[in-house]
């Protein structure tokens, strides 16, 4: 309920806003979100930036979606970036089913915590038109995004921390990495890249070595 009504929202706000202006909001609590208006014709050739989120020139196949209410008369796209202050999808438990890639200098084995979602880092993206949204899946050029997941343990001769990139699978109710990788770990942000728009966050793990 919380995020079809945070998705009508953004759809409010952006009925009056021309294409190409990014229009910025925060909530009691903490939630936030950027939306942005879009013509079908921008997006498939240009792509669009929208927050952190820098989406790819998107095949004509992937914006037909916007057609299935064949009664709404306009034509744009909205885009939607929400950055949640909770984990919505917090019911599915505090563990990620996703599994994590050692990293090539360390030859050992999870620990027993591994590996936990941040419940403060889950962002969502998504594109919509006439009040729905569109299913954006299996692109040939990936979404790429940051997620403010800051470094929880620092690095020992014994234990080094990694976080990964991950969505929420709404059908099985789990996290998973599938179509999504890591691009970068700083201290402060993972950088990820996905061929599908959903609900994101980063799982820490640990390695022992």
């Not at 299935?68 to 990620?96: H, K």
């Not at 994590?100 to 590996?115: A, F, I, M, Q």
């Not at 929880?152 to 099985?172: G, H, K, L, M, P």
Request: with cysteine.
């Amino acid at each position: 309920k919380l995020r079809g009504a945070t998705a009508s929202i953004g759809d409010a706000l952006l009925k009056a806003q021309p294409p190409g202006k990014e229009v910025a909001i925060k909530a009691a609590g903490g939630l936030s979100m950027k939306v942005k208006k879009e013509t079908p014709a921008t997006l498939q050739s240009n792509g669009a930036r929208v927050g952190d989120f820098a989406l790819p020139s998107l095949p004509s196949a992937a914006l037909q979606g916007r057609r299935l209410q064949s009664t709404c008369a306009d034509t744009s796209i909205g885009m939607q970036y929400v950055t949640w202050p909770a984990n919505p999808f917090s019911f599915a438990g505090p563990n990620s089913s996703a599994n994590l890639t050692r990293p090539k200098e360390v030859v050992g084995n999870y620990d027993e915590d591994c590996c936990s979602v941040d419940q403060n880092a889950v962002v969502s993206m998504s594109l919509r038109s006439c009040g729905r949204e569109l299913a954006i899946h299996d692109l040939s050029d990936n979404i790429t995004f940051d997620i403010f997941a800051p470094r929880q343990w620092n690095d020992t001769d014994e234990v080094v921390e990694t976080r990964i990139c991950q969505y929420f699978d709404e059908s099985a109710g789990e996290w998973t990495t599938e179509g999504c990788f890591t691009v970068e770990l700083l201290d402060d942000r993972v950088t990820c890249a996905c061929n599908h728009l959903s609900s994101f966050t980063a799982a820490f793990g640990t390695f022992i070595k």
